[in-house]
């Protein structure tokens, strides 16, 4: 089993988000056809004020776990910030200034990952790799955190979810017993990789295009649809693709830890549609009760933070019980299918 190469487990979180919003009061804000947005479900959604930066919401999670566990700074031997959004500032290090703002010591070590939506739950997979190789780590913070830039992306136009701003931080120790890391499995189609690409800011476009603004970019579906040449029969096999890759990835992962589809019980995947939560756990005959489509609806898609997040939110409802094996699982930028499996 994986979980025999290193032992960790959350001891506790910590969460900031953005301000509530109605989805249905706002949409009309955002996109020129509300109803559409509306449709999808979600009813709140969360937007940070503006001045209010990611590394903001990663350092307020960050304070809120150490202050739940009563930790302090000299506690952490690891900062990791997984950040899905587009960075504060360019040539610099998000997870060194989340550090600082933490009044960590600099002799702590920080790593900064931004593979989109997956990085806060691929991320775990990277820590327990660290962990392998340095056995002087104990504890780590561990920071998933998106804040949506509203001068580059529509958060209501991207895809079919309605992006917000928020953060969850996880204090991670060796041989803690519960919320247990067993295994981490990823899958990336190179071909697929332009698909939800911001057009500019990057070096090949550093200033917007005459006209250009976030609210009037094309949607990221319009992409997808260029790139199968609009047939509805590659489309149709493409939406087959992404459920199907989905479910291997959960098995792969499951395999990796020496588990089969009967030890599982919930299944957590990005903050999507109900419908679309449901499709994704059916395979495994794990019911809608046992997703988070219930809490997607009530937060929206906070990127690399979801799983995460609605995780912390299960167990302290106590929607999930000691022992129970539960998939943190999504599709992202990349395009990147993954999966990591934790034991209560």
């Not at 290193?6 to 949409?27: L, P, W």
């Not at 299944?267 to 794990?286: K, M, Q, R, W």
């Amino acid at each position: 089993m994986a979980s025999q190469l290193v032992e960790f487990g959350v001891a506790g979180f910590g969460y900031a988000t953005g301000e509530d919003r109605d989805v249905a009061q706002t949409a009309g804000d955002y996109v020129g056809d509300p109803e559409r947005v509306i449709r999808w479900g979600y009813h709140t959604f969360h937007r940070a004020p503006d001045g209010v930066t990611a590394t903001d919401l990663a350092a307020l999670a960050g304070q809120d776990a150490l202050d739940r566990l009563g930790l302090g700074p000299n506690d952490i031997d690891l900062v990791v910030v997984a950040a899905s959004e587009v960075p504060d500032y360019h040539h610099w290090d998000t997870s060194a200034a989340v550090a600082r703002r933490l009044k960590v010591e600099g002799t702590t070590q920080a790593m900064l990952l931004n593979e989109g939506c997956a990085c806060g739950v691929t991320g775990l997979g990277y820590v327990a790799g660290q962990l392998a190789l340095q056995p002087e780590l104990n504890t780590v913070l561990f920071i998933a955190v998106n804040r949506v830039s509203e001068f580059h992306r529509n958060r209501m136009n991207v895809n079919n979810a309605v992006h917000s701003d928020g953060a969850v931080a996880a204090v991670l120790k060796r041989g803690h017993g519960s919320v247990q890391w067993l295994a981490t499995d990823q899958f990336v189609d190179p071909d697929l990789s332009d698909f939800f690409r911001t057009e500019v800011g990057g070096a090949v476009n550093p200033v917007p295009f005459d006209g250009w603004t976030a609210k009037d970019a094309p949607p990221g579906h319009a992409r997808i649809q260029a790139h199968f040449d609009k047939d509805p029969a590659k489309l149709r096999e493409f939406v087959a693709t992404l459920n199907q890759r989905i479910t291997d990835t959960v098995d792969n992962a499951l395999h990796r830890a020496g588990l089969t589809r009967d030890d599982l019980k919930h299944v957590i995947y990005i903050n999507d549609s109900a419908d679309t939560i449901e499709e994704v756990a059916e395979p495994f005959g794990v019911t809608v009760e046992h997703t988070n489509a219930e809490l997607s609806l009530s937060h929206g898609h906070m990127g690399a933070a979801d799983q995460l997040f609605c995780l912390g939110e299960h167990i302290e409802r106590g929607d999930v019980q000691p022992g129970d094996v539960v998939a943190l699982c999504g599709i992202s930028i990349g395009m990147r299918w993954y999966c990591t499996l934790v034991r209560i």
